[in-house]
T-cell receptor, first 115, second 113 residues
Framework: DAGVTQSPTHLIKTRGQQVTLRCSPK?????VSWYQQALGQGPQFIFQ???????QRGNFPDRFSGHQFPNYSSELNVNALLLGDSALYLC??????????????FGEGSWLTVV | KQEVTQIPAALSVPEGENLVLNCSFTDSAIYNLQWFRQDPGKGLTSLLLIQSSQREQTSGRLNASLDKSSGRSTLYIAASQPGDSATYLC????????????FGDGTTLTVKP
């Protein structure tokens, strides 16, 4: 049973560029959430996708956008990159509301460095 | 504002010691609380999930407790081993949305041989 997979694992971008990160959820899961984790801090919720729609959003600017595909995989896009966007980006998958104890599973993350 | 706090930020213990990690949260109306482990540069591994109706959960040498009235959860690790060295994160759900959790900043544990 494949867990949550993310790509790429590491990437370096220049300020002002755009980046796309990808996530495949755990088999059977239909909900994908994205988190940003700065060094030494806990993950912060960016947004969540369910049924190909953004369902909830954290306190992140519109430069952060996403997409979910019919097979439940998801992309996170960040435009006009800033130095402060350098972080570990984590994808989490789960079932929809209130099923299976609501355990969430995380991928290994994508390390983004903006120079 | 719903917040999660973990103190201390770092903890160092000798091998074999029993230890307790703390997690505090504002707003006692939680739906569930989950403990994770994170190794350096890696993703998060789920350790234990406690529903709001439960008082504790156990898995091997790990025991997590929940006291909603005081806004606290503890993760007890028995007979610590060097392989337990990692950052431990506490995440709280205040709604039924499984994927939207609020995390503390974690406690980095070092177990010395």
């Amino acid at each position: 049973d494949a867990g949550v997979t993310q790509s790429p694992t590491h990437l370096i971008k220049t300020r002002g560029q755009q980046v796309t990160l990808r996530c495949s959820p755990k088999s059977g899961h239909d909900t994908v959430s994205w988190y940003q984790q700065a060094l030494g801090q806990g993950p912060q919720f960016i947004f969540q996708y369910y049924e190909e729609e953004e369902r909830q959003r954290g306190n992140f600017p519109d430069r952060f956008s996403g997409h979910q595909f019919p097979n439940y995989s998801s992309e996170l896009n960040v435009n006009a990159l800033l130095l402060g966007d350098s972080a570990l980006y984590l994808c989490a998958s789960s079932f929809d509301f209130d099923r299976s104890g609501n355990t969430i599973y995380f991928g290994e993350g994508s390390w983004l460095t903006v120079v | 504002k719903q917040e999660v706090t973990q103190i201390p930020a770092a903890l160092s213990v000798p091998e074999g010691e029993n230890l307790v990690l703390n997690c505090s949260f504002t707003d006692s109306a939680i739906y569930n609380l989950q403990w994770f482990r994170q190794d350096p540069g890696k993703g998060l591994t789920s350790l234990l999930l406690i529903q709001s109706s439960q008082r504790e959960q156990t898995s091997g040498r790990l025991n997590a407790s929940l006291d909603k009235s005081s806004g606290r959860s503890t993760l007890y690790i028995a007979a610590s081993q060097p392989g337990d060295s990692a950052t431990y994160l506490c995440a709280v759900n205040w709604g039924t949305n499984a994927g939207k959790s609020t995390f503390g900043d974690g406690t980095t544990l070092t177990v010395k041989p």
